[in-house]
């Protein structure tokens, strides 16, 4: 039968609406200027490939490149796959974004190369190669340009002691500074080494600021290229002084002085200390607080970003639960053993995923190892947000949207200003305040994992193993769309089972990239679709994309977040994919699909398509009906089709097969030996016992209950914790506490010389409320000598009172010695 369905399957390929495959094999075409299109004769789209589909040359003019991924700081040397090239080599020119242009060459084997160039953005960047010198510009590919602190070291150059760069000419910091780097990265036996330096110019939040990266001047040139060089720091000339952070980089000394666009290697951008002129070597300190304070006026003619950051989480468990809205910093991680250079009391710290609405500003919330969050009113370990996100925002490009670097300016530099060259720390941190977690409020969760089992954002939790596609969730005022595939189990020697689970996993919201999670099926757990073409992690685990990030751990966890602050987090579970799904409280009253009605009312979690409520105590059978009005309509598909076997079973069968016998929680029974050992295993988690009944497998059923634990510890970080804000110090006075969550207390404490007025301990309550209000410390003396002068006074009284007895005594025994005759 299959001969025969063949061409009918075809026919409905080449007419179908939606998304899915399209044309026959072989057939006559050309993918030049046509990268991503279906077409008619033939196909350029990624996934013509599993089909059978693709035009001859696709190889040829959709471009795939070795390495696919560098630094946005741009050098980096990648060669054009499968293409062989016999005319002319002086004519390739590499075009990115439709604007940058950079001279590519072909090599003695016939290889096509390109350069990356300095960008000012991050994320994937599409490029095109002319072959004739620019006339014509018919093969295309993509360049993932990262953030510079995400890039390898093995791709930099390497400041040894970066710290002695960044404090030289400070007391006890100078002598030799030394850069290192991987020789044969470079292909030219002399090389030059550069100093770049940033700048942003023209007026704050208008059109006319600008961010630059310029050449300074060389700090070596044509020298041996051995990997290393010495030198001894001098002060550069006066008319480049006013860099302050840049860059080091080094490239063949073939090219002149500031040749943009070439094959280098960079070094991380860092504070120009060691560049720096005579005055700041003469008076560190007196120069940098020269700088702060200009840093302090500059500050308060800017907008004031910190209204419109969101508020931190409370507890460090909350943070680390948010996974949509808070992500680890790098630079204070307790993965990697706590490191917290610039927050020393903090074990680790979070940054905001998005940037600020109007100002693309970021947030930083720091914790201590009891939980607790750390502000900066309290300690100079604190939490401080950013006037720049480190990690940029869209459109990129301009300030203070620019990756690493706006940061850089208004943050960084900033701090080694105040903090770390001047002791002036609480100026720095009165103008980045920490934000307590007053107004936080967690996400809601809801998952799916297992046979699958499903828990909804409101709690109500029931098992659906339907097999077909089917809509996780859907919210409109976002334009969130969630689905999911379910296949059945099948037995080692293939035989499909009667239970089924998530196979793959797809999300879109608004106009942003499509990404899909899907089960690999041999190279490795997960592989992972943008815009259905597979990605490839092997050069990074973190990329930005259009309307969201994402972020790959170990091959087996996929974290995507969303410009919406929704996150999705997608782990192999056992033999199926585990998904959830976290919300803000934004989507209240908005969602739809089968992880239910976010509302807090589970009872009206089963609300079908038409609107009509089944009600919580549904049969599973009753259930399964919910699960089925769910099915994904193919008009509005998000999953990928590119084997001839998802386009037979999925895309042109039925997205919900009815002739499929599910199998049912009350229909699955036990051996005597086999109910034991699903009960020393499961306990009381009925997910997994349905498991192990259903497969005969304790591994699967351990697989479940393992997915079911995660929710629910997740579900417990994620609990309101009612905070009553920060209470402060009395003036001329002190405190003791910085834990303002419910149930913690603060004392109060006046400096000598001042007395407290009010009360001296305070608790907060349940209500959000401080049991008392904070005390004042007024003029007047201290306890000791108020209480010295009450006993003093007490002393004297005491002795007036006794010479006054002795007195009368006295003069009583006077009068009666002269009356006697």
């Known amino acids: 039968?299959?001969?025969?369905?063949?061409?009918?399957?075809?026919?409905?390929?080449?007419?179908?609406?939606?998304?899915?495959?399209?044309?026959?094999?072989?057939?006559?075409?050309?993918?030049?200027?046509?990268?991503?299109?279906?077409?008619?004769?033939?196909?350029?789209?990624?996934?013509?490939?599993?089909?059978?589909?693709?035009?001859?040359?696709?190889?040829?003019?959709?471009?795939?490149?070795?390495?696919?991924?560098?630094?946005?700081?741009?050098?980096?040397?990648?060669?054009?796959?499968?293409?062989?090239?016999?005319?002319?080599?002086?004519?390739?020119?590499?075009?990115?974004?439709?604007?940058?242009?950079?001279?590519?060459?072909?090599?003695?084997?016939?290889?096509?190369?390109?350069?990356?160039?300095?960008?000012?953005?991050?994320?994937?960047?599409?490029?095109?190669?002319?072959?004739?010198?620019?006339?014509?510009?018919?093969?295309?590919?993509?360049?993932?340009?990262?953030?510079?602190?995400?890039?390898?070291?093995?791709?930099?150059?390497?400041?040894?002691?970066?710290?002695?760069?960044?404090?030289?000419?400070?007391?006890?910091?100078?002598?030799?500074?030394?850069?290192?780097?991987?020789?044969?990265?470079?292909?030219?036996?002399?090389?030059?080494?550069?100093l770049w330096g940033y700048e942003e110019t023209g007026r704050p939040y208008s059109e006319e600021w600008m961010a630059k990266w310029s050449y300074l001047y060389s700090l070596a040139t044509n020298i041996p290229n051995s990997g290393s060089f010495t030198f001894t720091p001098k002060p550069a000339p006066q008319n480049y002084q006013k860099w302050e952070v840049g860059a080091l980089r080094i490239v063949s000394s073939k090219h002149h002085g500031g040749a943009k666009d070439v094959q280098a290697l960079w070094s991380n951008e860092h504070a120009l200390?060691?560049?720096?002129?005579?005055?700041?070597?003469?008076?560190?300190?007196?120069?940098?607080?020269?700088?702060?304070?200009?840093?302090?006026?500059?500050?308060?003619?800017?907008?004031?970003?910190?209204?419109?950051?969101?508020?931190?989480p409370c507890t460090l468990a909350q943070a680390r639960a948010d996974s949509g809205r808070f992500h680890t910093d790098y630079g204070c991680d307790m993965e990697r053993g706590s490191v917290c250079t610039y927050h020393p009391g903090a074990v680790h710290c979070v940054r905001s995923v998005q940037a600020s609405p109007q100002f693309a500003a970021g947030q930083q919330c720091c914790y201590t190892k009891e939980g607790t969050q750390i502000l900066t009113a309290d300690s100079t370990s604190g939490s401080t947000p950013d006037r720049g996100h480190d990690w940029g925002s869209p459109p990129f490009r301009a300030p203070p949207r620019v990756p690493g670097l706006s940061h850089w300016l208004y943050d960084v530099i900033s701090f080694y200003h105040c903090c770390l060259w001047a002791p002036d720390c609480p100026r720095y941190m009165d103008r980045r305040r920490s934000s307590d977690c007053s107004s936080y409020r967690p996400p809601r969760l809801a998952s799916a994992f297992g046979d699958p089992h499903f828990v909804t954002f409101d709690g109500a939790n029931?098992?659906?193993?339907?097999?077909?596609?089917?809509?996780?969730?859907?919210?409109?005022?976002?334009?969130l769309n969630v689905q999911a595939r379910a296949e059945p189990r099948t037995t080692p020697e293939g035989v499909p089972q009667r239970g089924t689970g998530l196979t793959a996993v797809a999300v879109r919201e608004g106009d942003s990239d499509v990404v899909e999670v899907r089960l690999a099926?041999?190279?490795?757990?997960?592989?992972?679709?943008?815009?259905?073409?597979?990605?490839?992690?092997?050069?990074?685990?973190?990329?930005?994309?259009?309307?969201?990030?994402?972020?790959?751990?170990?091959?087996?966890?996929?974290?995507?977040?969303?410009?919406?602050?929704?996150?999705?987090?997608?782990?192999?579970?056992?033999?199926?994919?585990?998904?959830?799904?976290?919300?803000?409280?934004?989507?209240?009253?908005?969602?739809?699909?089968?992880?239910?009605?976010?509302n807090d009312n589970p009872a009206d979690d089963f609300t079908l398509r038409s609107g009509q409520v089944l009600p919580p105590t549904s049969s599973s059978r009753e259930l399964h009906r919910f699960g089925a009005d769910w099915a994904v309509r193919n008009a509005s598909s998000l999953l990928t089709y590119d084997s001839r076997l998802l386009v037979n079973n999925f895309l042109y069968g039925p997205k919900h097969d009815p002739t499929f016998q599910p199998l049912f929680p009350e229909e699955v029974s036990l051996s005597p030996s086999q109910a034991a050992a699903a009960a020393e295993l499961c306990g009381g988690d009925h997910f997994c016992s349905f498991d192990v009944a259903a497969t005969g497998s304790?591994?699967?059923?351990?697989?479940?209950?393992?997915?079911?634990?995660?929710?629910?510890?997740?579900?417990?970080?994620?609990?309101?914790?009612?905070?009553?804000?920060?209470?402060?110090?009395?003036?001329?006075?002190?405190?003791?506490?910085?834990?303002?969550?419910?149930?913690?207390?603060?004392?109060?404490?006046?400096?000598?010389?001042?007395?407290?007025?009010?009360?001296?301990?305070?608790?907060?309550?349940?209500?959000?409320?401080?049991?008392?209000?904070?005390?004042?410390?007024?003029?007047?003396?201290?306890?000791?000598?108020?209480?010295?002068?009450?006993?003093?006074?007490?002393?004297?009284?005491?002795?007036?009172?006794?010479?006054?007895?002795?007195?009368?005594?006295?003069?009583?025994?006077?009068?009666?010695?002269?009356?006697?005759?």
């Open 1 to 194: 039968m299959k001969p025969l369905l063949l061409p009918w399957a075809l026919l409905l390929l080449a007419t179908a609406p939606g998304p899915g495959p399209w044309p026959a094999a072989g057939a006559q075409g050309t993918c030049s200027n046509r990268c991503g299109d279906r077409g008619s004769l033939c196909s350029c789209h990624p996934t013509c490939v599993g089909l059978g589909t693709c035009c001859s040359d696709l190889r040829d003019f959709c471009l795939e490149i070795q390495p696919h991924s560098g630094s946005m700081m741009g050098g980096k040397d990648f060669l054009v796959q499968h293409l062989k090239w016999t005319g002319p080599t002086d004519a390739v020119i590499c075009r990115f974004k439709e604007s940058v242009q950079t001279l590519g060459h072909v090599d003695s084997m016939g290889r096509v190369h390109c350069v990356s160039p300095l960008l000012y953005e991050t994320g994937r960047i599409p490029f095109t190669i002319s072959m004739d010198n620019g006339r014509s510009f018919p093969r295309s590919g993509t360049w993932l340009a990262m953030h510079p602190s995400k890039v390898s070291d093995s791709e930099k150059s390497q400041l040894v002691n970066e710290t002695l760069w960044q404090y030289y000419g400070t007391p006890g910091s100078g002598g030799n500074l030394s850069l290192t780097w991987s020789a044969s990265a470079l292909p030219s036996s002399a090389v030059s080494i550069e």
């Open 521 to 598: 099926g041999g190279a490795g757990p997960l592989q992972v679709l943008l815009n259905q073409e597979v990605l490839s992690f092997a050069e990074q685990n973190w990329m930005d994309l259009k309307g969201m990030f994402l972020s790959v751990a170990t091959g087996d966890r996929v974290s995507i977040m969303l410009s919406s602050g929704a996150g999705l987090e997608v782990s192999v579970q056992g033999p199926f994919l585990s998904v959830a799904v976290l919300l803000p409280e934004t989507f209240l009253t908005h969602t739809r699909g089968l992880l239910g009605t976010l």
């Open 698 to 821: 304790l591994s699967v059923g351990n697989a479940t209950r393992a997915a079911h634990q995660l929710h629910q510890r997740h579900v417990q970080s994620l609990k309101p914790v009612v905070s009553c804000g920060r209470l402060a110090p009395p003036p001329n006075g002190r405190k003791d506490g910085t834990n303002y969550l419910m149930g913690s207390t603060v004392s109060f404490h006046c400096n000598n010389g001042y007395s407290l007025v009010g009360a001296e301990v305070s608790q907060c309550q349940a209500d959000g409320t401080w049991s008392r209000p904070a005390p004042t410390c007024q003029p007047g003396r201290s306890h000791a000598v108020l209480l010295s002068i009450i006993f003093g006074g007490l002393a004297a009284v005491a002795v007036v009172t006794l010479i006054y007895v002795l007195l009368r005594r006295r003069k009583s025994h006077t009068a009666a010695w002269t009356s006697r005759p």
């Open 462 to 479: 029931f098992t659906f193993n339907g097999r077909g596609e089917y809509v996780l969730l859907e919210a409109a005022s976002t334009d």
């Open 273 to 312: 200390a060691w560049h720096l002129g005579e005055d700041f070597q003469a008076d560190p300190v007196a120069w940098a607080r020269k700088q702060c304070q200009a840093w302090e006026e500059l500050e308060d003619q800017l907008p004031n970003f910190l209204e419109e950051l969101p508020d931190c």
